[in-house]
């Protein structure tokens, strides 16, 4: 298993906008344009919400746990962090 992986992710303050979010991700709607519309991660939501690369320790143990997880090019549900709801896409 790589230590090194790339994830995209979306950030909302509220459960209720994860879960929609999630609805409109199964509605076909594109991750992408979900972040730049949606995500209040303003760094990494003007790029679709990647976030690049990174090891196990760069982000917070939540996130981290599930993010390392995902199979390449899936979502996840929502995570609860103490920064906000974030869903999770891995991209590589």
């Known amino acids: 298993m790589s230590n090194k992986i790339k994830c995209s992710h979306i950030l909302v ?3 209720s906008e994860s879960l929609s979010i999630i609805e409109r991700l199964k509605n076909g709607e594109k991750f ?8 209040i991660d303003s760094g990494s939501g003007k790029k679709d919400g ?3 690369y990174f090891t196990k320790g ?11 997880k995902l199979q390449i090019g899936e979502i996840s549900d929502p ?3 103490e920064f906000g709801y974030h869903i999770i896409k891995r991209l590589g």
């Open 58 to 68: 760069m982000m917070v143990k939540p996130f981290e746990e599930v993010a390392f």
């Open 32 to 39: 992408g344009k979900l972040a730049k519309e949606l995500s």
């Open 79 to 81: 995570i609860k962090t």
């Open 13 to 15: 303050a509220k459960q």
């Open 50 to 52: 990647n976030l690049g």
